[in-house]
Nanobody
Framework: QVQLVESGGGLVQPGGSLRLSCVAS????????IGWFRQAPGKEREGISC????????YYVDSVKDRFTISIDDAKNTVYLQMNSLNPEDTATYYC????????????????????WGQGTQVTVSS
Protein backbone atom coordinates (compact mmCIF):
# COMPACT_ATOMS: atom_id res chain seq x y z
CA GLN A 1 0.00 0.00 0.00
CA VAL A 2 1.38 3.37 -1.07
CA GLN A 3 1.58 5.82 1.83
CA LEU A 4 3.12 9.24 2.39
CA VAL A 5 3.69 10.90 5.75
CA GLU A 6 4.78 14.55 5.93
CA SER A 7 6.43 16.38 8.80
CA GLY A 8 8.42 19.51 9.47
CA GLY A 9 5.83 22.25 9.27
CA GLY A 10 5.47 25.00 11.83
CA LEU A 11 5.49 28.70 12.53
CA VAL A 12 8.42 30.68 11.16
CA GLN A 13 9.19 34.38 10.83
CA PRO A 14 9.49 36.02 7.41
CA GLY A 15 12.93 35.37 5.98
CA GLY A 16 13.26 32.13 7.89
CA SER A 17 13.68 28.54 6.74
CA LEU A 18 11.99 25.19 7.20
CA ARG A 19 12.66 21.70 5.88
CA LEU A 20 9.70 19.46 5.16
CA SER A 21 10.07 15.69 5.05
CA CYS A 22 7.90 13.09 3.35
CA VAL A 23 8.50 9.46 4.23
CA ALA A 24 7.23 7.08 1.58
CA SER A 25 6.23 3.44 1.99
CA UNK A 26 4.84 0.84 -0.35
CA UNK A 27 7.00 1.96 -3.27
CA UNK A 28 10.56 3.07 -3.99
CA UNK A 29 10.80 6.82 -4.35
CA UNK A 30 13.80 6.82 -6.69
CA UNK A 31 11.79 5.02 -9.40
CA UNK A 32 8.72 7.29 -9.51
CA UNK A 33 7.68 10.92 -9.60
CA ILE A 34 7.07 12.55 -6.26
CA GLY A 35 6.54 16.13 -5.26
CA TRP A 36 5.13 18.85 -3.08
CA PHE A 37 1.86 20.72 -3.37
CA ARG A 38 0.41 23.46 -1.21
CA GLN A 39 -3.00 24.87 -0.55
CA ALA A 40 -3.56 28.26 1.02
CA PRO A 41 -6.93 29.21 2.55
CA GLY A 42 -9.43 29.99 -0.18
CA LYS A 43 -7.09 28.90 -2.96
CA GLU A 44 -6.69 25.81 -5.08
CA ARG A 45 -4.04 23.24 -4.37
CA GLU A 46 -1.01 23.79 -6.59
CA GLY A 47 2.06 21.77 -7.43
CA ILE A 48 5.19 23.66 -6.39
CA SER A 49 8.03 21.20 -6.86
CA CYS A 50 8.27 17.72 -8.31
CA UNK A 51 11.10 15.35 -9.08
CA UNK A 52 11.76 12.04 -10.74
CA UNK A 53 15.09 10.49 -11.70
CA UNK A 54 14.08 10.03 -15.30
CA UNK A 55 12.95 13.61 -15.94
CA UNK A 56 16.23 15.44 -15.50
CA UNK A 57 16.16 18.56 -13.40
CA UNK A 58 13.43 19.01 -10.79
CA TYR A 59 10.41 21.16 -11.57
CA TYR A 60 9.66 24.32 -9.56
CA VAL A 61 6.79 26.73 -9.88
CA ASP A 62 8.04 30.28 -10.50
CA SER A 63 6.97 31.56 -7.07
CA VAL A 64 9.41 29.23 -5.26
CA LYS A 65 12.31 29.06 -7.71
CA ASP A 66 15.68 29.92 -6.14
CA ARG A 67 14.15 29.67 -2.64
CA PHE A 68 12.98 26.06 -2.37
CA THR A 69 14.98 22.90 -3.09
CA ILE A 70 13.57 19.40 -3.48
CA SER A 71 15.75 16.37 -2.84
CA ILE A 72 15.54 12.62 -2.31
CA ASP A 73 17.30 10.41 0.21
CA ASP A 74 17.17 6.98 -1.41
CA ALA A 75 18.36 5.17 1.70
CA LYS A 76 15.52 6.64 3.76
CA ASN A 77 12.96 6.54 0.92
CA THR A 78 12.23 10.14 1.84
CA VAL A 79 11.76 13.35 -0.15
CA TYR A 80 12.59 16.72 1.35
CA LEU A 81 11.63 20.29 0.60
CA GLN A 82 14.11 22.85 1.89
CA MET A 83 12.36 26.21 2.07
CA ASN A 84 14.40 29.38 2.47
CA SER A 85 13.54 33.08 2.47
CA LEU A 86 9.98 32.31 3.47
CA ASN A 87 7.38 35.03 3.22
CA PRO A 88 3.74 35.28 4.37
CA GLU A 89 2.55 34.25 0.91
CA ASP A 90 4.09 30.82 1.53
CA THR A 91 1.61 30.18 4.36
CA ALA A 92 -0.33 27.06 3.41
CA THR A 93 -0.87 23.41 4.11
CA TYR A 94 1.86 21.49 2.30
CA TYR A 95 1.17 18.05 0.87
CA CYS A 96 3.43 15.37 -0.49
CA UNK A 97 2.08 13.47 -3.49
CA UNK A 98 3.06 10.76 -5.89
CA UNK A 99 1.61 9.18 -8.97
CA UNK A 100 3.12 5.93 -10.16
CA UNK A 101 1.98 6.50 -13.76
CA UNK A 102 3.26 9.97 -14.71
CA UNK A 103 6.52 11.90 -14.68
CA UNK A 104 7.39 14.90 -12.58
CA UNK A 105 6.10 17.67 -14.90
CA UNK A 106 2.68 16.05 -15.22
CA UNK A 107 2.56 15.29 -11.50
CA UNK A 108 3.01 18.96 -10.63
CA UNK A 109 0.64 20.21 -13.32
CA UNK A 110 -2.55 18.81 -11.83
CA UNK A 111 -4.22 17.49 -8.71
CA UNK A 112 -6.24 14.95 -10.74
CA UNK A 113 -5.31 11.44 -11.79
CA UNK A 114 -4.16 8.57 -9.64
CA UNK A 115 -2.42 10.71 -7.02
CA UNK A 116 -1.61 9.43 -3.57
CA TRP A 117 -1.56 12.21 -0.97
CA GLY A 118 -0.08 12.61 2.46
CA GLN A 119 -2.06 14.10 5.30
CA GLY A 120 -0.44 17.53 4.97
CA THR A 121 1.66 19.71 7.24
CA GLN A 122 0.88 23.32 8.09
CA VAL A 123 3.41 26.07 7.37
CA THR A 124 2.70 29.52 8.78
CA VAL A 125 4.97 32.46 8.00
CA SER A 126 4.25 35.34 10.32
CA SER A 127 6.00 37.82 12.57
Amino acid sequence: QVQLVESGGGLVQPGGSLRLSCVASGFTVEYYAIGWFRQAPGKEREGISCISRGDGRPYYVDSVKDRFTISIDDAKNTVYLQMNSLNPEDTATYYCATDLYVGAPLLCSSTLGSRTWGQGTQVTVSS
